[in-house]
């Protein structure tokens, strides 16, 4: 498929357990997002790649929270030692800024819905 | 300080009813971008439009319309003659050059047959 995926679909972890979620972006897109989620609620951003570069991170909720991203294309959130409270669905976008600048249409994924238990 | 409030948290019309979801942005940022998304309940966000800070002409996409102000910082979104299909949770947002994103918390927009 073209879009945006995102693996796995559902992660269930216990409370203190690692966590890796992973985003392929559309080929091509530059820009990268991360957010969070949690039931009912809107989309709290957590953080923005251009390139395999980081501007913002202002996102990120705690130091438990990290995220790379290598090649300019695949990227990976990780939490470290998760807490109830983390448990949300976690979404990201890809775009191909305007003119290499401009943020342009974000395309989001299907999610990692993130249970800890 | 960057911050989109959408007013309207659930919004119930029945159906061939005009409804308006209101959208109220703050930012310091002189060039930013506005959009809208759809979430329906499969959950997977699907893109409306997107407007530049430069651009206030209003758009009109078939029964979906949005009306860009910028002296009063708002960009709102107008259905009109809503179907069921529309039932979904709408999401207004900002994102400046610098990649800086803020959605707003989202309204619930139910149509009834």
């Known amino acids: 498929g073209a879009g945006v995926s995102q693996s796995p679909s559902n992660k269930v972890t216990e409370k203190g357990k690692d966590v890796e979620l992973r985003c392929d972006p559309i080929s091509g897109h530059t820009a990268l997002y991360w957010y969070r989620q949690s039931l009912g609620q809107g989309l709290e951003f957590l953080i923005y790649f251009q390139g395999n570069s980081a501007p913002d991170k202002s996102g990120l909720p705690s130091d438990r929270f990290s995220a790379e991203r290598t090649g300019g294309s695949v990227s990976t959130l990780t939490i470290q030692r998760t807490q109830q409270e983390d448990s949300a669905v976690y979404l990201c976008a890809s ?6 600048v401009s943020p342009d249409t974000q395309y989001f994924g299907p999610g990692t819905r993130l249970t800890v238990l | 300080a960057q911050k989109v409030t959408q007013a309207q948290t659930e919004i119930s019309v029945v159906e061939k009813e005009d409804v308006t979801l209101d959208c109220v942005y703050e930012t310091r940022d002189t060039t930013y971008y506005l959009f809208w998304y759809k979430q329906p309940p499969s959950g997977e966000l699907v893109f409306l439009i997107r407007r530049n800070s430069f651009d206030e002409q209003n758009e009109i996409s078939g029964r979906y319309s949005w009306n860009f102000q910028k002296s009063t910082s708002s960009f709102n979104f107008t259905i009109t003659a809503s179907q069921v299909v529309d039932s979904a949770v709408y999401f207004c947002a900002l994102i400046t050059n610098a990649g800086k994103s803020t959605f707003g918390d989202g309204t619930t927009l139910t149509v009834k047959p």
């Open chain 1, 95 to 100: 775009s191909f800024p305007s003119g290499g």
